[in-house]
């Protein structure tokens, strides 16, 4: 039995995904003025969670009530923005097709969710005692957000550096 040749494009695997027409619809729609408010509002979240730590950490090293003080407000700061920057992001998520369609945005939505989820824990924990919270489950909880919040916030600046969602084609 004889056997043609194989057709070279047979080779070739095709992503049905990546056929998609709006695969590669990718511009950000919650922008003011071409720029995204997601990555104008993660900032805040991002910030606040480390402040946090430290407020927490100088707290067990002065035993200052002002830093118990500032870590609730920092908690609760860090959770209420947070939801915010989550809501456009989630925007970004449900009406650009081309990251709806990435499983990387997805993990991302993912890991930014436990973060909320830890942030609102951690501030609503305090809200019974703010000192007493502190030590050492406020501290071990602000330790977990701000890994969580590494995770979440290098896995958004791949979504947009690697993959380029929620950027300009340019002219
Ligand atoms: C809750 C739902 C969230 C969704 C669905 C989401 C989705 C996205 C998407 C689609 C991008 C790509 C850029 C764009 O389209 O604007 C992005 C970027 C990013 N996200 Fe989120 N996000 C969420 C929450 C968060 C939170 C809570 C944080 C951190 C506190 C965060 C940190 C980042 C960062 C740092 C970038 C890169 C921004 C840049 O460098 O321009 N995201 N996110």
Request: charged share 15%; with cysteine; proline share 5%.
């Amino acid at each position: 039995m004889t056997h043609e040749p194989m057709d070279a494009r047979e080779n070739i695997l095709i992503d049905p995904i990546q056929q998609h027409p709006e695969f590669h619809e990718t511009e950000s729609r919650v922008a003011v003025l071409g720029h995204p408010i997601h990555a104008m509002s993660v900032a805040f979240p991002i910030a606040l969670t480390f402040i946090l730590m430290g407020d927490d950490l100088l707290y067990w090293w002065t035993g200052d009530p002002f830093w118990a003080r500032a870590a609730l407000w920092s908690a609760g700061g860090g959770f209420l923005l947070g939801l915010v920057a989550g809501a456009s992001g989630l925007a970004e998520l449900l009406l650009v097709p081309g990251i709806r369609a990435r499983d990387a945005a997805w993990t991302h939505f993912i890991l930014a969710v436990l973060l909320l989820a830890l942030l609102g824990a951690n501030w609503g924990y305090r809200l019974t005692g703010y000192e007493s919270a502190v030590l050492p489950y406020g501290a071990l909880l602000s330790a977990l957000c701000v890994v969580v919040v590494s995770a979440a916030g290098w896995h958004g600046g791949k979504l947009v550096f690697d993959y380029r969602l929620g950027t300009a084609k340019g002219s």
